[in-house]
């Protein structure tokens, strides 16, 4: 056996304890997954295309090496994850999330977790730069948040695999909280760093969140001050940047064996995540009941137009058998005049009885009077306008029966309407319960 000790994690599976936010979440991610009647493949069966709400949110961190975002995330889930230190430890993009069982997973397998993430591969060379770890930490809110641990970025001849001002960019576009880490150790105002966040602030300026990192390295409080100062002005003198209201507290890890008098803001990091996952809870829920709606509303307007498909087809349908029926009928009745007026009344009266002798001989007396009425010299272009004007009548015939449209069958009917009442009946009181709980986690009773 081998002597290596296996990886401690911060607590067992076992005593991990579902959390209310966390049971919605995948309740309604459930809703939307399930095989035989989850959300996504009854809106597939009818044309439309629903995502499956993410279990988790997505907090992105970024900065420049050695800025404390793998210390932080390793704080967080209570749980040495991620490799720190001052080189440049993370050098593509490594997300921490938490799972059943500890594990590691290359590029394939992390695109296979994270399918919402697949258009990364449309960034060539980030693939060889992709994995996730896996922890069974349930610390804080650890369970419902799935961190993005980014490059540590750098100025000057540093080259990169792939595009990672644009990659970072894409990916803060899919993030709920981006966190961005200036350090006090003469880094913090790289200018990779700043480009990338003034191009995510004109985007999503909303999910932009700056903290001094390592704030107790920083010296003294007027030196802290000092470097706040050049951060603040530097960002300011971007037009994309300069706005009202800028905050960046000043957080770090704590090291009771390393007091430090300088003020840790990092409960707050904490609280906005927790705020964040509310957030993600009520925007999960409200979504459910907006794509139930579209569901329901896209079988409606499908059977409705079934109707009129329905009324349609039987008015083509009418017009194809007249013109086929005419197209067939008038060169019958040509040809069997002439037949006819070839037998004498009483052969025709041995053949065919009385009544339907008298029936023939009227259709065809008629047809021969016509007949005698045009000129022989004409008599050939009557013929082929004849035959032209049946051939006519044919493809008339054809054209209706090519327009009829597709309607529903009866199961395809049955079927929808069955979708129909499992939205009503099942997913939207589902959903209503789900939020009436929700309430209750935070609401007065009295309030309800």
């Known amino acids: 056996m081998s002597g290596r000790k296996p990886r401690s994690v911060a607590n067992p599976l076992e005593s991990a304890i579902t959390t209310p936010s966390e049971r919605i979440l995948k309740e309604c991610h459930t809703l939307y997954t399930d095989g035989d009647n989850g959300l996504v493949k009854i809106a597939s069966s009818l044309g439309v295309r629903l995502l ?56 394939n397998a992390t ?24 922890s069974t930490s349930k610390q ?3 369970s419902l948040v799935t961190f993005v641990d980014t490059p540590g970025l750098v100025d000057g001849d540093m080259i990169y695999p792939f ?9 803060g576009e899919q993030a709920d909280l981006i966190f961005v880490f200036f350090d006090p150790m003469g ?20 999910k932009l969140l700056f903290y001094l990192s390592k704030a107790d390295e920083a010296g003294k409080e007027t030196d802290r001050q000092a470097v706040m100062m050049q951060i603040v002005q530097e960002l300011c003198r971007r037009p994309g940047l300069n706005k009202c ?33 509310n957030q993600a809870v009520q925007k999960t829920l409200d979504q459910l009941e907006k794509d139930s709606d579209l569901i329901c509303s896209t079988i409606s307007s499908k059977l409705e137009q079934d109707r009129v498909d329905v009324a349609s087809n039987r008015s083509v349908r009418l017009h194809s058998v007249l013109f086929g029926a005419l197209g067939v009928f008038l060169p019958f009745l040509f040809i069997l005049s002439f037949i006819v007026s070839t037998f004498s009344k009483e052969q025709l009266h041995e053949l065919l009885g009385e009544g339907p002798t008298h029936t023939v ?43 009829r449209n597709k309607t529903l069958t009866k199961k395809e009917k049955r079927k929808m309407m069955e979708y129909s009442d499992y939205i009503h ?22 309030d309800l």
């Open 425 to 446: 009946d099942i997913v939207k009181t589902k959903k209503a319960k789900l939020y009436e709980w929700y309430l209750q986690q935070c609401a007065a009773e009295q």
């Open 140 to 142: 804080k809110k650890f």
């Open 245 to 277: 209201g800028f905050e960046m507290p000043t957080i770090y890890i704590p090291n009771p064996q390393r007091p430090s008098r300088c003020v840790n803001q990092i409960d707050s990091v904490c609280q906005t995540i927790e705020k964040t996952i």
């Open 361 to 403: 001989t009227v259709f065809t007396g008629i047809v021969m009077y016509l007949w005698e009425w045009i000129p022989e010299d004409k008599q050939v272009v009557f013929v082929l306008s004849f035959g032209a004007f049946c051939y006519v009548l044919l493809f008339l015939a054809k054209y209706f029966a090519g327009r």
């Open 111 to 134: 695109l296979h977790l994270y399918p919402h993430f697949r258009p990364l591969l449309e960034f060539k060379g980030v693939m060889d730069y992709l994995s996730a770890e896996i």
């Open 52 to 107: 499956p709400p993410r279990k988790k949110i997505i907090v992105m961190i970024m900065g420049n090496h050695s800025a404390g975002k793998s210390s932080f995330i390793n704080w967080y889930a209570e749980e040495h994850i991620q490799k720190t230190g001052v080189a440049i430890e993370t050098q593509g993009f490594t997300f921490i999330t938490s799972g059943r069982k500890r594990e590691s997973l290359t590029g």
């Open 187 to 206: 880094q913090a105002l790289c200018k990779r760093t700043l480009n990338i966040v003034e191009k995510l602030s004109e985007k999503c300026g909303d």
């Open 163 to 171: 595009d990672v001002n644009s990659a970072i960019t894409w990916l």
